[in-house]
């Protein structure tokens, strides 16, 4: 059986994901903002899609997200109270007592959530004990501001000291080219050391590929955060299709995270989704209909990613891809053997290429009676290297003059020396390194002979 999945929201950023994610989970499962389903269980005797891994069933087919809502600051949380009257657990809901934010420092973060640790743990372990089978957390959160940064980066290290068996993944934004927080490099370089050592996989994301998709997409020069989440929402939502619309494969975040994790240090992915039909974004737009094979190949071009990738030809080591729509198996078989042609692929990876042929919610009604296939792809792949390079390369620039120190000496961590940079910095280069050397032939050799000879 599925188990549960407990949404940790942290920072402006996490929770304004979580808003639409939240919004889209609702629709597919026809659920009102309110939490009231639309057609009573009284009614429905047997409901095709499986709410129970991401929402508690209340009585009168009542439902509230298996969600948690953390910030330094009310008015995000707020607004998603206000949006979504009678949905959230308002006991779920975690605001810092003296709500001033964290300024964008990663130090203030992270020390706000060591210093109120227990509270937050609390509402953590108080919602776990609604779960008969609970599986694993997902983060949302950004890596750039402070709260998501800081904060979030001491819930991922306080959730595998504490739950060191349940799988951990999360969803991370990287910031822009064009951001105006002066201490982002040193935030963004912290957090990529707990990402790298504590969790089990991160889907990243990045403003820059963002921001660019979401003008493609809402066809509008000036794109605001509620555009560019709902693309996130999209990705998220099909990640997790198979969990709530199960079948015989892919029914836990293990069994999916599995297939794109070669190695615990290989776990950083990147996304790619198209089209983003009405389904799942507010607009209308008329797609021309499309097939398996179509889809699978606008899946591995830039121009459909969340993240960006400077590589010219960068190795794959495993690919995830969820398909929705009127798929024909043929035409998957013509997309794979495509891209396996197209793409560079690890010398060692046998199996890299995984599709799920995913079920579509019967309450997302097809516009103009057409009948689109939408696509999702993870892939595991070299091409994150130009993401980590990049956030080493401005964490350099700025720490090589020790420029913007002082809000984080405040910290007990940094007050003596500078090893908390020196080491982060060290252990994202490992990452990248790790990176470098799985694209040899010869990178599994240890493992198998270990293997051989257990």
Same mark, same amino acid.
């Given at each position: 059986m599925t188990g549960e999945i407990l949404t940790l929201q942290v920072g402006q950023c996490g929770n304004q994901i979580g808003q639409q994610f939240w919004s889209q989970l609702a629709k597919e499962h026809g659920i009102d903002r309110n939490g009231q389903a639309h057609v009573s269980t009284q009614e429905h005797t047997f409901r095709e899609d499986y709410t129970n891994p991401f929402f508690k069933d209340n009585d009168n087919s009542r439902y509230t997200p298996r969600a948690v809502m953390l910030d330094l600051e009310p008015k995000v949380i707020n607004d998603v109270f206000n949006n979504f009257q009678g949905l959230f657990d308002p006991r779920n809901a975690w605001v810092s007592q003296e709500k001033y934010g964290a300024g964008n420092s990663w130090a203030k973060g992270y020390d706000e959530g060591r210093k109120n640790q227990d509270q937050i743990l609390n509402i953590i372990d108080k919602e776990l004990e609604s779960a008969d089978n609970f599986e694993g957390f997902q983060l949302l959160h950004s890596v750039a501001g402070g709260t998501g940064s800081g904060l979030g980066s001491n819930l991922v290290e306080t959730l595998q000291e504490r739950y060191p068996k349940s799988f951990l993944t999360t969803y991370s934004v990287f910031p822009s080219n064009e951001s105006e927080v002066v201490v982002q490099p040193y935030n963004t370089i912290l957090t990529l050391r707990r990402l790298a050592e504590e969790s089990d996989a991160s889907v990243v994301f990045d403003n820059n590929a963002i921001s660019n998709l979401s003008t493609r997409v809402f066809r509008k020069t000036n794109v605001d955060y509620g555009d560019s989440n709902q693309l996130i929402a999209a990705v998220? #939502?099909?990640?997790?299709? #198979?969990?709530r619309f199960p079948s015989y494969m892919y029914s836990s975040l293990q069994s999916i995270f599995s297939t794109l994790v070669p190695t615990p240090e290989l776990h950083f992915l990147t996304s790619s989704f198209t089209p983003f039909s009405s389904d799942y974004v507010t607009y209308n737009r008329d797609y021309r209909q499309n097939t398996a094979y179509d889809v699978i190949l606008d899946l591995i071009d830039n121009t459909s990613s969340l993240t960006s990738q400077t590589e010219k030809n960068p190795t794959y080591y495993n690919m995830f891809s969820t398909l929705l729509g009127p798929v024909d198996r043929n035409d998957i078989t !013509?997309?794979?053997?495509?891209? @396996?042609? !197209?793409? @560079?692929?690890?010398?060692w990876s046998t199996t890299s290429i995984h599709v799920n042929i995913g079920r579509r919610s019967p309450y997302l009604s097809q516009e103009n009676d057409k009948e689109y296939i939408n696509g999702m792809m993870l892939g595991n792949t070299s091409g994150i290297i130009s993401l980590l390079n990049n956030a080493c390369e401005t964490f350099d620039k700025i720490f090589s003059k020790r420029a913007f120190l002082n809000a984080f000496r405040e910290v007990d961590i940094f007050d003596k020396d500078d090893l908390e940079f020196t080491d982060s910095r060290s252990v994202v280069q490992n990452v990248i390194d790790e990176y470098l050397a799985a694209e040899e032939k010869n990178y599994l050799d240890d493992v198998l002979i270990e293997e051989e000879n257990m």
């Open positions: 998220m #939502s099909s990640v997790t299709n #198979s969990i !013509r997309g794979i053997s495509k891209i @396996q042609h !197209r793409l @560079q692929f690890a010398p």
